[in-house]
């Protein structure tokens, strides 16, 4: 079964500084993988996504994600983090079996960017 | 810039009561999602929509859920009796035909069950 996981449950990182938030990822086949971010209360915001193609992906809000095929991982990046970047990030990947096209989360690492 | 419609945004309902949630998608997307999201947890699906067939409720607690896209468009779930561990945010999403594993979600609907 498709499945990612998020390690840390948190990540705080000081204004200015780079940040990485962490996914690993299992899946059959190729891999189309996600990230979201959601701020309180509200629905979730498409950052980014590998498909196929170069495996560092550019995102919304200055995010990117580098995929690595050999540690199955595919983790967020920013180089200088802001106050505003504060939320819920997802990771998620494509079902793709059958018919269906959902998408699986993981549980979320919330980022806390300190001034 | 066109954005999924949900409402209501919050709904306070006693355990046994019916409720519905609405969502529209984005004018277009033949697909259409539901997922609930645990508090503290990430989404997961409830029910997918093609045009107007289901293509996957295979997580949907069919006892007391149902949900309908008469139309191919906007969609109702609905939740009867609604118990105290449905409390959640109830996510809906939309995605192109062309590409459906871009999904778009809406704000969202917190249920509170008391």
């Known amino acids: 079964a498709q499945s990612v996981a998020q390690p840390e449950d948190q990540v705080n990182v000081a204004e200015g500084n780079p940040l990485t938030v962490k996914c690993t990822y299992s899946v059959s086949g190729n891999p189309y993988l996600f990230w979201y971010v959601q701020y309180p209360n509200r629905g979730l915001q498409f950052l980014l996504k590998y498909i196929t193609g170069d495996n560092l992906v550019k995102g919304s809000y200055g995010f990117e994600a580098e995929f690595n095929k050999s540690q199955t991982s595919f983790h967020l990046k920013k180089p200088s983090a802001l106050v505003s970047d504060s939320a819920l990030y997802f990771c998620a990947v494509r079902d793709g079996t059958y018919n269906t096209d959902k998408l699986i989360f993981g549980t979320g690492t919330r980022l806390q960017v300190f001034p | 810039e066109a954005e999924v419609a949900q409402s209501p945004r919050y709904k306070i309902t006693e355990k046994s009561q019916a409720v519905a949630f609405w969502c529209d998608p984005i004018?277009?997307?033949?697909?259409l999602y539901w997922y609930r999201q645990i508090l503290g947890q990430g989404p997961e699906l409830l029910v997918q929509f093609q045009d107007e067939s289901v293509v996957d409720d295979s997580q949907l607690p069919k006892d007391r859920f149902s949900a309908e896209r008469l139309k191919g468009v906007d969609s109702t779930l609905k939740i009867q009796p609604a118990e105290l561990g449905d409390s959640a945010m109830y996510l809906c999403?939309?995605?192109?035909?062309?590409?459906?594993?871009?999904?778009?979600f809406g704000p969202g609907t917190r249920l509170t069950v008391t």
């Open positions: 999403a939309s995605s192109p035909v062309t590409r459906s594993y871009e999904q778009y």
């Open positions: 004018s277009g997307h033949a697909t």
